[in-house]
């Protein structure tokens, strides 16, 4: 397969060479970085995307939930020209952020105040000051298989929380007795409680109902604040995961889609928390407020990812979740897909689907040769097995990928016995 894909990449697979020269480690990335070189794409339009080489892709990736748009949605790209007339790089504030801000805070449950940052990762470092600062203590309690951001990376096996820029402490995902014994064991020193309420890198495994309120119950007797990271998870209703699920934690962190495909992040929660920002606590950033974010966000989430098309999306993505391990189920393949809404990962021989996945035998070879084959396939998906739907994804497509994914059963039949 790798054979194959390498043939028909000559420009992707030089560009690599060149990128190696002056890029550290050969991308700016790592989750875009892949064996024998990653495809390098150049252009988009609704869900399809063209690559240097010239071939078409569904893209399916929904750039790992940030894409949720599309390549060319009108108004945002209107919104955008907008901006562009106008200016940028005011060093001011603006319309556009106040806006936004009132959006959000009107629609997510725990955001009585919100600031912005430019990524998610930055808003997951600003919430957990902002909870340590609150608190008045140092420890941070988070999941194995968590992922919160560039430099808030919790792995299974061998995490070395040394690296980490705080004090943290792990339980694991979806075991309330593994939380219960680390809030008791830290609880005159916990800050905060973060958590995914479905971890998206550690392969799209949902937060029981059960394990999200206990975790909140945690937080009430260890005087800790709870923080929900929602970066992907916000997009399954108007008012995120937590809406859904009826858990309101103290704070929460969003970002991906949420400024229309540019850059964002965003905290916030319990407004006595985030007014520690008027006083004690400083939050600068030169991109914080910028324009292009503000302004495409606000048309993104004022007037286009409504209530009803929120609703919608997480229906088909709920559907096509049901009908692809409908067929895996009918084939007897040991392969299932999990996730929330528009949110599915592909697992195989996965022992507990309600865990995050111990890797089974061969798991790793099979994530791989499930990727190649659907780029084969003409179908664009995260190296890891991952689809986020965008809205421009209709029933044609869901179709051909379920198409897809039947003959990969089909071709794959001895490699997955
Ligand atoms: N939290 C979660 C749950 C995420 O999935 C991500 C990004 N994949 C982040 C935080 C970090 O966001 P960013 O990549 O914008 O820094």
Known sequence: ARAAYAAKRPLSAALHERALEVLGGGNTRTVIAYGPFPTAMTRGEECRLWDLDGHEYLDLCGEYTAGLFGHSEPRIHAALHDVLRRGINFASVGPGEEKLARLLCGRIPSLERVRFTNSGTEAN?????????????????????????????????????????????????????????????????????????????????????????????????????????????????????????????????????????????????????????????????????????????????????????????????????ARLNGLAAAAGAPLSFTGIGSMVSVHFRTPAPNRPYAQGQGEEQLRELFFFDMLEAGIYLARRGMVALSLPVGEAELDRFAVAVAAFVDNRAEQLR
């Not at 004090?167 to 005159?188: K, M, R, W």
């Not at 995914?196 to 550690?202: A, F, K, R, T």
């Not at 929900?228 to 704070?251: C, K, Y």
């Not at 286009?304 to 929120?310: D, K, L, N, P, W």
């Open 125 to 321: 470092l600003m919430a957990l000051t902002a909870a340590r600062a609150f608190t008045g203590r140092p420890k941070i309690m988070a999941f194995r298989g968590g992922y919160h951001g560039g430099v808030l990376t919790f792995p299974f096996a061998g995490s070395s929380l040394a690296t980490l820029p705080l004090p943290f402490v792990l339980a694991d995902y979806n075991d309330i007795a593994s939380a219960t014994a680390v809030a008791q064991e830290h609880a005159a020193d916990l800050a905060a409680i973060i958590v995914e309420p479905m971890q998206g890198s550690g392969g799209c495994i949902p937060g029981t109902t059960e394990f999200l309120a206990a975790l909140r119950a945690l937080a009430n007797e260890t005087g800790a604040l709870l923080i929900f990271d929602e970066v992907m998870t916000s997009r399954h209703s108007a008012g995120g995961m937590q809406a859904r699920l009826g858990i309101t934690p103290d704070m929460t962190t969003l970002g991906k889609y949420i400024a229309g495909g540019m850059s964002f992040g965003a905290f916030g929660g319990r407004e006595d928390i985030m007014a520690q920002f008027g006083g004690k606590l400083a939050h600068a950033g030169t991109f914080n407020n910028n324009v292009l974010s503000m302004n495409a966000g606000v048309v993104a989430m004022g007037e286009i990812f409504t209530a009803e098309v929120a609703e919608a999306l997480y229906r088909r993505g709920e559907a096509l979740r």
